[in-house]
């Protein structure tokens, strides 16, 4: 039952991703109060790649970005992909750890993504969970903030939050 519901939630987060504007190829529109807009929002482009599928006793569902046409976007896409590729080694490496458990087959990776483009600034923000056993699963979310037409990139001082 429980393997259902995580199926049927997963499902109704890749729908709403899907209407919701996320998926697809979503292409910035010029900043008509700048006196020269940036090329970098000529090209912007923005995709999603999709993952459904169950392997090695791990399910997982994701919707991650793929931006490009501005500075910065294969090292932004890296990073994104980064969260998922360790998230889902993470939850496979507890599955060979827990073996034939009672929480083998109920062992999940979940993510999906919300993005907002404000003139030359995009702000993504991944929204990951996984379950590897025990009573609940623990939720994360990272963010990034870009400028498209310089690549540079926006962190919150280390002063203001501790890791």
Known sequence: MRKWALSAVAFLLMASICFTGCSGTAKASKDVNS???AKAADTFLQ???VINKTEDGVMVRTA???FSGFPG???LNKEIQKISVDGIAEVKEQAKELG???AAGHLYFISFYDSFLDGDVLSVRIYNENYTGGAHGF???RTFNVNIKTGETYETAGA???D
């Open 73 to 75: 976007a294969e090292k």
């Open 64 to 66: 991650i970005p793929v």
């Open 139 to 141: 939720r994360w979310i």
């Open 35 to 37: 006196l020269s807009p």
């Open 160 to 162: 203001l939050f501790k």
């Open 47 to 49: 995709k999603t790649e």
């Open 100 to 102: 034939n458990s009672a």
